[in-house]
Every structure is written in C-alpha cells, then in structure tokens.
C-alpha cells in the first residue's frame, strides 16, 4: 500500500507537471488560433465572474467552462484561455464539468473557486434524477491568469450530496468561508451554506451550517402538483457590504420560467443572519447569477448573464449594471455594457 501511494503521488507530481507547460502554451495568442479580441457582446459565457486586478491594471473574467478572458477596458476581451487545471486521479476525474468559476485574491495569491461535476460518478437517485457527483473546489494560482492548481484537499463538502456555486467570504471575525448552493435535486428545496475555510483555503474546516433555504424566497415562483409556491432552486449567491457596513447577498431562482436575481440582508451583520429577504427582484427578468467588483477607475459594477431560450437551447451573455453601495441597501443601476 505505501508503494502504490508513493507511485500514485509521483504520478500526480508528472501530471501537474504537464498541465503547467500546456499552460504555457495555451496563455500566448500565437500558440493558441482559438485565441482572439471579442467584444463582450460577442462572448457567450454563463456565470461571468470579474476580478479587476489593480497590480497588473488588468480585468479577468471568467465563468461556467474553465475559460479566462482578460481586457483593459470592460468591452474588448481577449481569449479564451483555459486555466483550470484539475487532478485526474481526484474525484473530478479526467473531465470533469467546470461551473460558475470565480477569481478571489487573498493574502498574496489567487484563487479559483468554481463548480465540478464527474458525470461518471452517480452520488443518489431521488424523485427518479440520477444525481452525479458534483461539487465546489478550490484551485491556487501566484497570478491571475492562472494557472490554477489543486491544493492538498482532495475534497472541500460532502461527497453525498450535490453542491454548487461556491463564492468567497471573510467574515467580521476574520476568518474565510466558502458560501454555497446545496443543490435542489437532493432535497427539493435548495440551501444557501457557509463552511469555514482552512487560512490557506485548502481545505474546509468542520461542517456546512444553511443560512438559509429556497422557500424563504418572497419573491420566486413556481407551480407543482397545482400549487403555486416559492421556487425550489437556489443559484449563484454572492455577498457585499453596502457603505454603510450592510452585509447582504444576492441570489437567482426563478419565477416559472424567468430567470431572476433577489437580495438578502443579514440582520446580525454576520453570516449567521437572520438574513431577510427583500420582497421584489434586483433586476429586469431574464438576468441573473450575478456578482459584484469594483473597476479600476473606483465604480462599483454588477456582472450577470442574460438567460434566454433559441431553439431549446440557452443562450447565456455577460453583461455589466453599474450599482449603487453608497447606502444601506445595494442599488442596481442602467446597464452599460
């Protein structure tokens, strides 16, 4: 047994190896043909998730699928390049599907927070869905184009149950955590978590506690059994303090079929909550799992996908809402790009 772990760590060492020289490769234009400038309403892109890195004056933006693109400016985007570089003798296996990936810088160095599900895993069955094994993780770069790479955890929430869209938060105590969905097919009435992250983000510490759950919603919608009643997806959750020192969230379900993004605020100012639900949406139908960054001139912006079906399939574009922080509630604004 000690041999086969030894072969199987110098087998991940070779691998990882490997992924950083494609990285390499894959991060030059001239190497990469599939590399290019688009405008961002080119881009087709579920969950866009932008950090606005003040030390390189660039912007990274990246989402559902393990792509990068970076810009200057907001509207031209160059990419896409592939940075999410996984264990193929994890969980994940060799090709796993990458979701709502997210960039956060902390003490010195980035992290890619993002969704992966091993389809060739089956976790449960419940109300006749195969559930497969899908889950939040976390990868390590020193820059922010990557590449971003497995830390020592091999697992970061439970491998029975599927969860999803994980985000960053350090709370009052100054402790990280990663906020979470746990997803709706294993309980049919999906949560919003926290779990306290390792001070290197490694790895979890302890067990998830719910802040909250999708029928807490005042606002979504959804009819089952000839009952109309609170929807039972929760999507995308996203935290922020207003300027006044407000923690709140955002989040996306649905009312029927639209797409819609609503907020809370916790009560205590902490992650504990209470957290209350606004009772209207924070913006127009159709737009949603969003997440907020500050530009680099000093404006605070909103990116959301807009959500549409052509054809039986969805059509998912990046957009960028100019919101207001500056007092005790978060403000959506026009839509600038």
Wanted: glycine share 8%; hydrophobic share 35%; aromatic share 12%.
């Amino acid at each position: 047994m000690m041999k086969q772990n030894k072969k199987n760590e110098i087998l991940y060492l070779v691998a990882l190896l490997l992924t950083l020289v494609c990285s390499e490769a894959i991060g030059q234009n001239h190497r990469h043909p599939e590399v290019k400038t688009h405008h961002l309403s080119e881009i087709r892109l579920s969950d866009p998730a932008v950090l606005a890195d003040s030390a390189s004056q660039m912007y990274y933006m990246t989402g559902t699928g393990g792509m990068l693109y970076t810009s200057k400016d907001l509207e031209y985007w160059t990419g896409p390049y592939m940075v999410a570089m996984t264990d193929s003798m994890s969980w994940m296996g060799p090709h796993p599907m990458i979701w709502a990936a997210e960039l956060h810088q902390y003490q010195g160095k980035y992290y890619y927070f993002a969704t992966f599900t091993n389809r060739d895993v089956k976790i449960g069955v419940v109300r006749g869905n195969v559930i497969e094994r899908r889950a939040c993780h976390v990868l390590v770069s020193d820059k922010p184009e990557g590449p971003y790479l497995p830390m020592k955890d091999k697992t970061y929430l439970p491998a029975d149950r599927p969860t999803l869209d994980g985000t960053f938060w350090v709370d009052i105590n100054g402790l990280p955590y990663m906020i979470f969905c746990g997803e709706w097919l294993s309980n049919w009435n999906g949560t919003i978590e926290k779990i306290q992250l390792k001070d290197d983000l490694s790895g979890s510490v302890g067990q998830p506690e719910v802040l909250f759950r999708a029928h807490d919603s005042p606002w979504s919608r959804e009819k089952e059994d000839g009952n109309i009643k609170p929807n039972k997806v929760t999507d995308g959750p996203f935290l922020f303090r207003t300027e006044t020192g407000r923690l709140g969230m955002i989040w996306t379900s649905w009312v029927y079929s639209t797409y819609t993004q609503g907020v809370a605020y916790s009560q205590s100012g902490t992650l504990d909550g209470p957290w209350i639900q606004e009772q209207e949406p924070i913006t127009p139908p159709d737009f949603g799992h969003g997440m907020l960054f500050k530009a680099l001139d000093g404006r605070w912006m909103m990116s959301v996908h807009s959500h549409k079906s052509v054809d039986g399939r969805y059509i998912r574009i990046p957009h960028f809402f100019k919101v207001d922080l500056s007092g005790d509630k978060l403000v959506v604004g026009k839509m600038v790009l």
